[in-house]
C-alpha cells in the first residue's frame, strides 16, 4: 500500500508562486511516476504535470513555462512549482503515483490539496 501526502497549497495572489509537495509511503513498486492533476469545480480532473523516475516530464499546455515538476528518487517526493499564477489555475491539486500518470495509468491518489489564486 502507498500513501501520498501532499502540502503546499493555499491562497496566493495573480502572479505568485507557490510550491507543492507529495511524499509516498509505503512500497515504492509502482512508482515508475508520479505527477499532478488538478480538478476546478465544474471540471474534470485533467493532468498538470508528470515525471518518471528516469526524469522525463510531460505537462499541460496550459501550464507549459510557468510550471516545474521535479522528484527525489531518494525520499519519493514529488514537486510542483507554480510560478506566475492566474486564477484559473484555482483548482484542487491532486498528487499521484503509478506506471504511466501521463497518460492516466493511477493506481494512487493523494488526498488533494487546494489551491486558490485571486485576481
Known amino acids: 500500500q502507498v500513501q501520498l501526502v501532499e502540502s503546499g497549497g493555499g491562497l496566493v495572489q495573480a502572479g505568485g508562486s507557490l510550491r507543492l509537495s507529495c511524499a509516498a509511503s509505503?512500497?515504492?513498486?509502482?512508482?515508475?511516476?508520479m505527477g499532478w492533476y488538478r480538478q476546478a469545480p465544474g471540471k474534470q480532473r485533467e493532468l498538470v504535470a508528470s515525471?518518471?523516475?528516469?526524469?522525463?516530464?510531460n505537462y499541460a499546455d496550459s501550464v507549459k513555462g510557468r510550471f516545474t515538476i521535479s522528484r527525489d528518487n531518494a525520499k519519493n517526493t514529488v514537486y510542483l512549482q507554480m510560478n506566475s499564477l492566474k486564477p484559473e489555475d484555482t483548482a484542487v491539486y491532486y498528487c499521484?503515483?503509478?506506471?504511466?500518470?501521463?497518460?492516466?495509468?493511477?493506481?494512487?491518489w493523494g488526498q488533494g490539496t487546494l489551491v486558490t489564486v485571486s485576481s
Open positions: 515525471i518518471r523516475r528516469g526524469g522525463s516530464t
Open positions: 509505503g512500497s515504492a513498486f509502482n512508482l515508475n511516476a
Open positions: 499521484a503515483a503509478g506506471p504511466n500518470v501521463a497518460i492516466g495509468t493511477v493506481h494512487y
